[in-house]
């Protein structure tokens, strides 16, 4: 069901405006009537919201973000069923823009970000995506339209978001067999193949792995021209070399590249943490001594 602004929700959410879209929800700004702040309001999108499956999934994922309270993901407030069925996650207001954003206008006029910058926002991703991981909790859909970059003026600071198709281990899979979850260019080799019961954390460090690559190199690893070609690179392709992309970077740089998107997940970097160490040693500048 769309809503419109003025629209008032369970007699406490007002709707101040529509924020977006994505595949299986609508994202609203809105008042709270109790509290005055603004909240966003994200329900299922029209058509699936009283189906149970998609239910379940919009639980998962209320459950997973307030189980990572304390970490960069956003704030969960609360899980609701309104009047009409329709069922709805009550979280934190982001004002800003998301790193898709930064990245598009950056590669439009052919631009990069600076090492500097790219662990500055990253960092707190992995930071989270760790403590996501020791709780047995997969994102599935990393990418850079999911990490939120909050406007100074707002607080600063980095988010993760949607965790719609979050994974935790042990738990009953919502994803049937021969089903592909994810945004193509970051979906890790073994996800192709559509059997979520072989999926672990090692999918998003293959993920977190394209996103470094992409803002450091300017593109993706394998800029496609169809789905088939992308998922035949993903499981049988050679991993390109960034220093050749972007040469004032260590040599080292392909050696991780490599690792990091591995066909293989046995081959793979881990951990998040592991990955992310790795990555910083070779290229973190090094704190010019003192004298």
């Known amino acids: 069901m769309a809503y419109a602004a003025g629209d008032v929700i369970e007699k406490r959410y007002r709707i101040l405006g529509k924020v977006g879209s994505g595949a299986h929800g609508d994202v609203y700004r809105a008042r709270d009537l109790e509290t005055r702040g603004e909240v966003a309001l994200k329900f299922l999108s029209a ?21 990572l309270r304390g970490t960069n993901a956003v ?8 009047h009409d069925g329709s069922i709805y996650i009550v979280m934190e ?21 600076k090492v500097a910058r790219m662990l500055e ?23 850079p339209g999911n990490i939120f970059v909050v406007d100074r003026d707002h607080g600063g600071g980095v988010r993760l978001l949607d965790f719609g198709l979050v994974k935790i281990l042990g738990a009953e899979s919502l994803t049937q067999g021969g089903t592909i979850a994810g945004t193509p260019s ?40 169809s789905l088939p070609l992308l998922m035949m690179w993903a499981q049988k392709g050679e991993r390109p070399s960034l220093h050749a992309l972007r040469p004032k970077l260590p040599e080292e740089i392909d050696g991780w590249v490599q690792r990091v998107l591995a066909i293989e997940p046995k ?10 160490n790795a990555l910083e040693g070779i290229v973190a500048q090094k704190a010019a001594a003192p004298y």
């Open 75 to 82: 704030y969960v407030h609360g899980f609701r069923l309104n």
């Open 47 to 67: 058509g699936i919201g009283l189906d149970p499956e998609y239910a379940r999934r919009m639980e998962r994922e209320a459950l997973a973000m307030a189980r």
């Open 267 to 276: 081959d793979r970097y881990q951990t998040v943490r592991a990955m992310w």
């Open 93 to 113: 207001m982001l004002h800003g823009k998301n790193l898709e954003q930064f990245l598009k206008a950056a590669e439009k006029v052919g631009g990069r970000m």
């Open 121 to 143: 926002l990253l960092r707190p991703v992995v930071d989270t995506l760790e403590a996501a991981h020791a709780q047995g909790i997969v994102h599935r859909d990393l990418k």
């Open 186 to 225: 970051y979906i890790a080799p073994e996800a192709w193949k559509g059997d979520p019961r072989t999926l672990d954390q090692r999918i998003d460090v293959y993920a977190m792995g394209v996103i470094v690559f992409r803002a450091l190199a300017g593109h993706v690893p394998y800029k496609a021209r």
